[in-house]
């Protein structure tokens, strides 16, 4: 360009600038942005849980209180998976609400309670916007707390804007371009998006308002399109949340060590049959017979009343279980180490589904030989996590599955008693009386991964 006249150079330089912006402003249209909300109605959305009232008006949903009802939702009827979602939204200052994300209504989940990610507007002192919160299940994931610069981001009594990311197991926040939430948890990967009125207390709340605009999606390129976060991200897999540590809960597993555990028939922790992968604690494969390889695991510590979690995977063919009340000196012999039992077991490719002492009583989440769960029961797939849950207290035990009670019953009882002496456990005076023992994982020579294992005690 030296060569050139000054008023050439000039009118390259401009027509040069003026190629640099068009193209920007190409790349920025080109964002491939799905409106949820076209500023007439509310097509494509549901209301689900309460009865708040929701409108449209100048553009923009309106959602009011109403006494009397639960929390409330306006749900898209179209189920997300990974997206990148941006709302505006202003709350009244005395209310809280929130948006759902991978949420959803199931009827054998509490009678259609929606459930799922949330995340908070919290107009209150407590300044927890950008927050998440799994409604309906586990309660706070991700709070703000000793978080200021994010308890900062939100304006009160204005208009804030909200930018979420859900990508494969990672949630991102963003509150008025703040970052407030870094959340790696696989809990839920597809579900509704849903507006929340939250439910009021005070007759004097009703009619309280929350108003959103601007709703929009994104569900291409998101690689392209992401974020980086400056948080540092929180994982909840082998952690505890924090309403689970304020609310007595234990780790029974670090995720890392064999701290706790041991063989039933060991004084150590098996050498062989078990690994640690990835925070998964997993038997290996090893012929379908019981207790021939590694064996099973027992905790070091005995139990008494309790509630015990367990996230497993079962492999195609499976068979393993959870057992609980164990104790170790009463089976000498082959086999497994005598306890209740919540059977795990690929029902459908595994031949102990069609037997046992009682119809249906091997099945998955049945208590095993004697009680079969409830055959409508919520179980995902092969190759996808399931939690069990055993609430056992003063003699009744439930056995809980994805959040579902599939069966329950008072140890002890004249009808537990028949049952018993009906089955294989005949033989074991007193079976399944025991005040206290221990929890097992049981080695049945298929292939079982475990994690997210926790207790509280009663």
Request: glycine share 10%; net charge negative; hydrophobic share 30%.
């Amino acid at each position: 360009m030296k060569n050139l006249k000054p008023s050439v150079k000039l009118l390259f330089l401009i027509l040069s600038l003026a190629l640099f912006t068009a193209c920007q402003q190409k790349e920025k249209e080109e964002v491939p942005w799905v409106s949820l909300f076209d500023g007439n109605d509310l097509s494509g959305w549901d209301q689900k849980g309460g009865e708040a009232k929701y409108e449209v008006k100048d553009g923009t949903v309106i959602g009011s209180t109403v006494h009397g009802t639960p929390n409330s939702f306006l749900t898209t009827e179209k189920n997300y998976g990974d997206f990148i979602l941006e709302l505006d939204f202003k709350v009244d200052s005395t209310m809280n609400s929130g948006i759902q994300i991978r949420s959803n209504s199931l009827p054998e989940y509490q009678n259609g309670r929606v459930h799922g990610y949330q995340v908070e507007i919290d107009p209150s002192d407590r300044a927890w916007s950008g927050g998440i919160y799994d409604e309906g299940r586990r309660g706070w994931l991700y709070s703000l707390e000793n978080d200021s610069e994010a308890q900062q981001a939100f304006r009160q009594n204005e208009w804030n804007h909200y930018r979420i990311e859900a990508i494969g197991d990672t949630i991102k926040t963003w509150v008025n371009e703040t970052p407030t939430a870094f959340l790696i948890d696989d809990k839920t990967s597809e579900g509704f998006i849903a507006l929340q009125v939250h439910s009021i207390s005070d007759e004097d709340e009703a009619g309280k308002q929350i108003m959103w605009k601007n709703v929009k999606i994104l569900t291409d390129s998101l690689q392209k399109y992401s974020k980086k976060s400056s948080l540092e991200p929180k994982m909840t897999k082998n952690q505890l949340t924090s309403d689970e540590a304020n609310n007595g809960w234990e780790l029974l597993w670090d995720g890392k060590t064999t701290n706790g555990w041991r063989g039933a028939r060991l004084e150590e922790f098996p050498e062989k049959g078990w690994v640690m992968e990835d925070g998964n604690l997993i038997v290996l494969a090893s012929g379908g017979e019981e207790s021939t390889a590694g064996g099973d695991i027992v905790t070091d510590t005995v139990y008494g009343d309790f509630e015990l979690k367990v996230d497993f995977k079962i492999t195609k063919g499976a068979n393993s279980g959870i057992k609980y009340y164990v104790d170790t000196d009463l089976n000498k012999g082959p086999g497994s180490s005598i306890g209740l039992e919540y059977q795990i077991l690929d029902d459908d490719n595994h031949p102990d589904a069609k037997l046992g002492n009682h119809e249906g009583s091997r099945t998955v989440a049945s208590l095993y030989d004697l009680i079969q769960a409830d055959p409508e029961k919520p179980i995902n797939p092969v190759g996808e996590w399931n939690t069990a849950h055993i609430i056992s207290k003063e003699g009744h035990v439930e056995h809980w599955l994805n959040g579902v009670k599939v069966l329950e019953y008072e140890r002890g009882s004249e009808e537990f008693r028949k049952l018993v002496s009906e089955s294989k456990y005949d033989k074991w005076p007193n079976f399944g009386e025991l005040e206290k023992g221990r929890i097992l994982l049981q080695d049945h020579g298929n292939r079982v991964a475990f994690r997210n294992i926790k207790i509280k005690q009663l």
